[in-house]
């Protein structure tokens, strides 16, 4: 698996897909995009605190890895250790944000039919991660936690 900054660099880069895609109306891959972006992001941040070179997916007892090889935000989240920072009491917009980002996304939205997201919705993810200072992966950016 990447290293930390690595994962950080990827995490940016799919964002900038996500863009590109949601300019050509390509929905369902931008939010596929921004979800993997997102996924990412959390992953760098998990090294970070973790003080770990790379993201762990071998070399560690399988009940190890099984708790690192998800694509649920939210045990993300938890890993990273910024799950205190994404409660509604502690900041409503960043929160309201998170949620709006994680709920529009899973690993099985790549294999949706096409049309199935709507532009709204996409825009609406998109604003989600990047709007500032409360977006997800920009809060994650301002704040040094990757």
Known sequence: MA???ELK???EARLKVAELLLNRRDFDL???MMGLSLECALKACICKVLKLK???DTGAKKSILEIFKTHLFDNLLILSGMQSDFTLEAESQ???NWSTATQMWSSEVRYFPIGTIKKEDS???YSALTEKPHGVIT???ENKKW
Do not use: N, S
């Open 30 to 32: 931008a939010v596929d």
């Open 9 to 11: 660099e990827i995490a």
């Open 54 to 56: 790379q993201y762990p």
């Open 3 to 5: 290293k930390g900054v």
């Open 139 to 141: 809060w994650i950016a």
């Open 123 to 125: 825009e609406r993810m």
């Open 94 to 96: 960043l929160f309201q």
